[in-house]
């Protein structure tokens, strides 16, 4: 987004960039298709997601600038995610798990704002994952 900033003296141009945080806490089921040494499952659920930072900045010939924070965001909304998994065993307790996944917000960020706007994701995450009790 380029914003034209004007005073009395000079026109110049500048890029905004909004940087706006959430804190995901997931709620997942998972159902295995394939429940052996490795693994592979489906997985759905929903979470809580609470706002963590919220900062605006002008970006103006190589120098950056706080200009303040997006008004009028949810503190907490809800989300829901879907995906599936592959989990290879490493050694002992620990797996390799590669999980390609989408996130969607249920309800809109911005409440104030008369442009509704629900965020998504599309992700690929990955990990060494410790099973407990199997």
Known sequence: MLVDI??????????????IDYVEIPFTFRYYLINESTKLSLAAGVSTNWLVANNAYLSESGQRQKIGETGGLSAMNFSTHAG???????????????????????????????VK???????IYSGIQYTIGE
């Open 6 to 19: 004007r005073n009395d003296e000079t026109v110049t141009s500048g890029q905004m960039d909004q940087y």
């Open 84 to 114: 599936f998994a592959f989990s290879v065993p490493v050694f002992g307790p620990f797996s390799f798990r590669i999980e390609p996944r989408i996130n969607y917000f249920l309800n809109e960020i911005n409440q104030e704002h008369p």
């Open 117 to 123: 706007f629900k965020p998504y994701s599309i992700g």
